[in-house]
């Protein structure tokens, strides 16, 4: 019989139907027990909060059987089985916790639920077949315990791009992972990239029953069978097909720079590289800031103390190789701390606003 083990104690799926949740010790395992006693005793509808990474946070209503679609439609495209093992290490406030409780119910795996921590893999002593990570876990793990990721069958990875250098990383290790496109209305991913073994993908590919469009706008449209309605997202994607898409960035954060559109991320990707050679381990965006002659300027905007000017130099130096006069930062900024989602998201706006 399937069970959920959470934080080290053991209950049957029978016995969460009748568990007591306000009982428990963390809010981490509060909102896990809740979640599956109303799953398992029938509940029809459920209320979720967006992260607020992009937009103010919201509750989202979603229907039990658009969330069971959505669980099969993972479980078919990774070829989950019952009796698997499922590791839960995010928040269960959010919809990615929740969905991996929710595919976990309705196969019949076996749930480990741990706190969500740096490295989720630090108690964790036997093999898992499926798990669902952000970046800086995978980071985390892959630097500390990388055999503990061997050890898992499949990861699929969310909350945020995939650096560049994480990818490298990736392609090393034994277990299957896949990036993840997706959110809450989307009622958690409906896309995924391969980001290892002979056959990685350089695109997003569709769930099943999921077909996608562009907008005037150049961003992505999302119809699926388990969504009420079409999503209008503010990704901007090159579509290769209705299946397929590669992801550029956010509408919300292109810069007009002197008429000139330009994408962050495509800046960002760029210093990440030149960052990784020069052992820079800082956190950063890039983004535009008012310009009375250009209408807004490119800065990069880096986490912690300021860097000395020989890598000031270098990195700008090297930067002007690969980017052009318009896309070239024409500052490197730097904020103490940066502000966070609470997700663990970076808000680039409020970070913008502490310089």
């Known amino acids: 019989m399937p069970s959920l083990n959470l934080n080290g104690k053991t209950f049957s ?22 979640f599956c006693k109303a ?7 459920f209320t979720i909060n967006t992260s607020g990474s992009t937009g103010t ?10 969330m ?12 989950l089985k019952t009796g698997d093992t499922a590791l839960v290490c995010l928040d269960t406030k959010y919809i990615a916790g929740q969905m991996m409780l929710v595919r976990s119910l309705v196969l019949g795996m076996n749930l480990i639920a741990v706190e ?28 500390q315990s990388p055999e503990n990721l061997d050890s898992v069958r499949c990861a699929i990875i ?15 290790t034994k277990c299957t992972v896949y990036a993840t496109y997706g959110m809450t209305e989307t009622i958690s991913h409906v896309a995924l990239q391969k980001l290892n073994g002979p056959d990685l993908q350089e695109y997003f590919e569709a769930l099943e029953n999921v077909r996608f469009r562009v907008d005037e706008r150049g961003c992505l449209c999302i119809k699926a069978n388990h969504l009420d309605r079409e999503i209008i997202t503010n ?39 030149i960052f990784d050679s020069l052992q820079i381990k800082k956190r950063f965006f890039v983004a535009g800031l008012p310009d009375e002659k250009l209408g807004q300027r490119v800065v990069a905007v880096l986490e912690g103390g300021p860097l000395d000017q020989i890598k000031l130099e270098k990195i700008l130096n090297e930067a002007s190789k690969h980017l052009t006069k318009y896309e070239l930062p024409k500052k490197l900024k730097f904020v103490e701390k940066f502000i966070e989602t609470n997700t663990g998201k970076v808000n680039r706006v409020e970070s913008l606003n502490c310089m």
């Open 158 to 172: 969310g909350g945020a791009a995939v650096s560049n250098s994480l990818k490298e990383k990736i392609k090393k």
């Open 68 to 79: 069971e679609v959505s669980a099969q439609m993972t479980i078919n495209a990774l070829h």
């Open 57 to 66: 946070p919201k509750e989202i209503r979603l229907k039990r059987g658009a």
């Open 39 to 45: 799953w398992l005793t029938g509940q029809k509808e």
């Open 235 to 273: 990704d901007l994607v090159t579509l290769i097909s209705s299946q397929k898409f590669k992801w550029l960035g956010r509408i919300d954060n292109v810069i007009n720079s002197g008429g000139i559109k330009i994408i962050p991320e495509k800046i960002e990707s760029v210093l990440e590289k």
């Open 116 to 143: 969500p921590s740096a490295n989720p893999f630090d108690n964790i002593d036997q093999p898992i077949d499926f798990t669902a990570l952000v970046p800086y876990q995978l980071e985390n793990i892959l630097n």
């Open 13 to 34: 799926f029978e016995e969460l139907k009748s568990i007591f949740p306000e009982e428990s010790q963390s809010e981490f395992e509060k909102t896990t027990l809740k």
